[in-house]
């Protein structure tokens, strides 16, 4: 596992300046944030008593969840499957723990929110946007049209199931140009909450997609041209 630990940071250290430019203009472009990104044990108390979410707000975190999952489901095939190379194996172990780490806080904004709604209903829900204002105790799931629920670079069930055939380096290569297009479809997301979202919470979120996930193509990239 320290072999596998000092393989991620050699491969992820290949593109942190390419990451660099990206984040200043975002941040250039973007509200100043006084909350910082919640942790999954703090999410739920911290992510109450900020801005109450809007339509924006909540679909975001209802397409993300389950981009990630599928994130995990693709590194956990090429965890298993043989004759990978370790720092391939070492990208895909970070990324089951990252995106777990954000899959969990965002299912405790969720809870938290669910619990904040006012009285009256859902202060959420944009003009242009045809979803209703949610009901009071609950939160917007009719995101089925919206931006955020395109979800971009999903794989489709033909291609996990040629990854889990796979092995050495066709699972290697498949596994890399899978999540390369999985990311940037999760980075499409990302921006758009960042730009559009109205909750602290949820725009940290987006930010730090932006930031780890392009590091993280960034040297998918490299490994990808090196199996070539």
């Known amino acids: 596992m320290r072999n596998r630990i000092a393989a991620l940071g050699v491969v992820l250290a290949l593109s942190t300046v390419v990451v660099g430019a990206t984040a200043v203009a975002l941040a250039l472009t973007t509200p100043e944030d006084s909350a910082p990104q919640a942790a999954a044990s703090g999410a739920m108390t911290d992510a109450a008593t900020a801005a109450y979410p809007t339509l924006e707000d909540h679909c975001y975190i209802e397409g993300m969840i389950p981009h990630h999952e599928q994130a995990l489901e693709l590194s956990r095939l090429v965890l298993g499957a043989p004759g990978v190379r370790e720092r391939t194996r070492a990208l895909a172990d970070f990324i089951v723990a990252d995106q777990t780490a954000e899959i969990d806080t965002m299912r405790a904004w969720q809870t938290a929110w669910r619990g904040a709604i006012p009285a009256e209903g859902s202060a959420g829900g944009h003009q242009g946007h045809d979803a209703a204002q949610a009901a009071a105790g609950t939160i917007p799931t009719g995101c089925g049209d919206h931006a955020h629920m395109q979800m971009k670079g999903m794989a489709t069930a033909e ?3 040629a ?3 796979a092995d050495g380096v066709a699972a290697d290569r498949m596994f890399l140009a899978l999540m390369i297009a999985h990311h940037e479809g999760a980075l499409e997301m990302a921006e758009n909450a960042v730009r559009e979202g109205s909750n602290a919470f949820v725009r940290n979120s987006g930010k730090h997609v932006l930031v780890e996930q ?10 990808l041209a090196e199996a070539s």
């Open 159 to 161: 291609q996990l199931a």
């Open 214 to 223: 392009q590091r993280e193509v960034a040297a998918m990239t490299a490994l």
């Open 163 to 165: 990854l889990d055939a």
